[in-house]
């Protein structure tokens, strides 16, 4: 045997023998969605290009705007100044340490990956610090196509030697996923190369066949599949199945503890139920969907259907957050989803947002769209501040209020959220809409335009306006280039259970909730179509079997969470003693508009306050109660932890 270190020189001077080949883009840069899925086999539902879509005045405007004035510049003003842009010039000749934990260089291409959507959106204020990075990023990669800068000078004896924890085809995934965004972004292939480069000194020595290849974090599935839609290469699609399939040479070599907590080392099509690190298992199932998008592999689809039952089910928060355990990150048990010690990275549930979108496009079936906007609502948009200065790690659903616990954040050394929570924002436009053989979808509602074309290539514009989700009217336009038949699907979320459909002013009678409701017809321009969507209050229970939410119920509107802040009890009532009074008057909560959270209204609700303060810890139990009335108010859950240290509660207890 080769020492490692003579394995790598031959192996160096055979990359460098070899061109790197050039792959031809597909379809033209401008025609390609976040999850392109324009050829996929699989695909039900496609995605419409951020481009097509100009959102109008609106709730996600205002985030997107503070992304893009406040927590995009910020952000890379910690990168400078955290050394995490200094680690990649460190190997171009600048005399620094190398800061930070392994795998930093991913955050910086999430970051990039964000600023690449606002350009894709028009908006180009952080274009040149793009640029700059793109630069900085680029001058770095080796020769032979590899690019890391943890494993490099000093430390480049541990190069592919930590696969399990090591992150090295992690920062891959993001370095491709933020070159194929600025490529649709600007038709620049030069970022993406880079990560090409790198995929191809990987396929000349990894594989079937060759050494075996694996990371402990899957993220490199995804990547590759969109590098293949964006190419046409199959290898890169290929190479995603390796990793999804598993090498069988890693049979017996990976814990069983560690099966579990990365989600790879046996192949995707036996797991059973999501389980381990909640980021990981997310990711690997989006990688797995899409391979299924492209392949139409059964299996795949029957082992997704069972684990998003699973996580559906019996392991998803009210907030769309996942992953209820502090140690390893980790999904609990089924029913396992306590408040106060959630763990529900943002990350998480941006993972459970990326899955449902794939699943959307796999099935076409509404269900996936209720997810997606629940976590895009409550358990993604918590994440970010209102003033996106700052993060949240953990997306808790209740508070003590204490000071030592510091929930928000402008940095942690794992910076994985922050960037991540951009890049979704950032990408936003491009999840509205989708195109089906029929005609076009509306997965979300925002007041926007689409500017697309129907699948006979026809041009078609779509104009939603809407206060939503303040409200639950949703105005459209619809604009074919000439009158044609197709099919206008609109989706009726599962919460609302009086729904409201007119189709230029006439009523179409009933709709079904928790479905697309579509309407086939002969549209002419200037149609119109309004849908009432049903705001009223909800109360939801937990199954029993959640103990932590035995007798109590969350409160919610629309898509929106609410809960319940210290700071905003009227008259110094403490919230532990206050329980909602739903006797009788369910759904008698008002709103207050407010302009602080994002222009929704704050709840008054109908409460009771207990009067005695029991002293001690135990005490007997009293026959009756001495309740008085009172009123709680209630916030939108995402608004938590704003302004200042307060007691929180999404679930709270209630009487009827
Ligand atoms: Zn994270």
Same mark, same amino acid.
């Given at each position: 045997?080769?020492?490692?270190?003579?394995?790598?020189?031959? &192996? &160096?001077?055979?990359?460098?023998?070899?061109?790197?080949?050039?792959?031809?883009? +597909?379809?033209?840069?401008?025609?390609?969605?976040?999850?392109?899925?324009?050829?996929?086999?699989? =695909?039900?539902?496609?995605?419409?290009?951020v481009s097509a879509v100009q959102l109008g005045p609106g709730f996600w405007t205002e985030r997107r705007k503070v992304v893009t004035e406040v927590s995009i510049p910020t952000l890379y003003q910690e990168f400078e100044q955290r050394g995490i842009l200094d680690n990649f010039r460190r190997l171009a000749g600048k005399q620094v340490a190398r800061r930070g934990p392994i795998y930093t260089d991913s955050d910086v291409y999430k970051w990039m990956e964000a600023v690449a959507f606002e350009v894709q959106s028009g908006e180009r204020r952080n274009q040149p610090l793009l640029e700059e990075a793109i630069r900085i990023v680029s001058a770095t990669q080796e020769e032979n196509g590899y690019l890391n800068t943890r494993y490099t000078m000093e430390r480049l004896s541990d190069r592919h030697q930590n696969m399990l924890h090591g992150h090295e085809l992690y920062c891959l995934g993001h370095l491709l996923q933020a070159g194929i965004a600025w490529y649709r972004a600007t038709g620049k292939r030069d970022l993406m190369d880079v990560g090409i480069r790198f995929v191809r000194y990987l396929q000349l020595r990894f594989g079937p066949e060759k050494e075996p290849l694996y990371d402990g974090h899957p993220e490199i599935e995804l990547a590759l599949i969109e590098l293949y839609r964006t190419t046409g290469d199959r290898s890169f699609l290929d190479f995603a199945g390796y990793f999804l399939n598993s090498d069988p040479r890693l049979k017996g070599r990976i814990s069983q503890r560690d099966l579990v907590y990365t989600f790879i080392g046996k192949p995707f099509t036996e797991r059973t139920q999501m389980e381990g690190h909640a980021v990981r298992a997310g990711y690997a199932a989006s990688g797995a969907a899409d391979y299924y998008l492209e392949t139409g592999d059964d299996k795949y689809k029957g082992t997704l259907e069972r684990l998003w039952r699973d996580l559906a089910e019996s392991k998803v928060y009210i907030t769309g957050g996942i992953g209820s355990r502090q140690t390893?990150?980790?999904?609990?048990?089924?029913?396992?989803?306590?408040?106060?010690?959630?763990?529900?990275?943002?990350?998480?549930a941006i993972a459970n947002f990326f899955w449902n979108w794939r699943m959307l496009a796999a099935t076409g079936d509404a269900r996936h769209a209720d997810l997606l906007e629940r976590a895009l609502y409550n358990g993604i948009n918590s994440g970010l501040s209102l003033d996106g200065r700052l993060y949240c790690y953990r997306n808790p659903l209740e508070l003590s209020g204490n000071s030592n616990d510091r929930i928000r954040n402008p940095w942690y050394d794992t910076t994985c959220c922050p960037p991540n929570l951009q890049r979704v924002l950032a990408s936003l436009p491009g999840?509205? &809409?989708?195109?089906?053989?029929?005609?076009?979808?509306?997965?979300?509602?925002h007041t926007a335009t689409l500017d697309w074309r129907l699948p006979d290539g026809q041009p078609l514009k779509?104009?939603?306006?809407?206060?939503?989700?303040?409200?639950?009217?949703?105005?459209?336009?619809?604009?074919?280039?000439?009158?044609?038949?197709f099919e206008l699907g609109l989706r009726i979320p599962a919460w609302s259970s009086n729904t409201k459909v007119l189709v230029n002013g006439e009523d179409v009678g009933s709709v079904q909730s928790g479905a697309y409701h579509r309407i086939r017809r002969q549209w002419k321009p200037g149609d119109r179509v309004e849908l009432r969507l049903d705001m009223r209050v909800r109360h939801t229970l937990a199954n029993p079997?959640?103990?932590?939410?035995?007798?109590?119920?969350a409160v919610e509107r629309g898509p929106v969470v609410y809960c319940l802040e210290g700071l905003d009890q009227p008259d110094g009532l403490e919230p532990e003693k206050l329980a909602l009074d739903l006797r009788?008057? =369910?759904?008698?909560?008002?709103?207050?508009?407010s302009r602080l959270?994002?222009?929704?209204?704050?709840? +008054?609700?109908?409460?009771?306050?207990?009067?005695?303060?029991?002293s001690g810890l135990y005490h007997p139990r009293q026959a009756s109660r001495n309740w008085k009335p009172a009123q709680a108010r209630l916030v939108p859950y995402f608004a938590f932890a704003n302004r200042g240290f307060t007691p929180m509660q999404v679930w709270i207890p209630y009487i009827e």
């Open positions: 045997m080769l020492s490692l270190n003579m394995r790598l020189s031959v &192996f &160096f001077v055979l990359v460098a023998m070899l061109p790197c080949a050039p792959v031809k883009a +597909q379809s033209d840069w401008r025609g390609q969605a976040v999850v392109h899925l324009e050829a996929s086999p699989g =695909a039900r539902v496609r995605g419409v290009p390893g990150e980790a999904f609990g048990e089924a029913f396992e989803l306590p408040n106060q010690l959630a763990y529900t990275e943002s990350c998480a999840y509205l &809409f989708g195109a089906s053989s029929e005609g076009i979808a509306v997965h979300l509602y779509i104009r939603q306006t809407t206060t939503y989700p303040l409200e639950g009217t949703v105005h459209f336009s619809v604009e074919p280039g000439r009158e044609t038949t079997r959640v103990r932590d939410n035995v007798g109590k119920a009788g008057n =369910a759904g008698a909560a008002t709103g207050v508009p959270l994002g222009g929704l209204p704050v709840l +008054q609700h109908p409460a009771v306050e207990q009067q005695e303060s029991p």
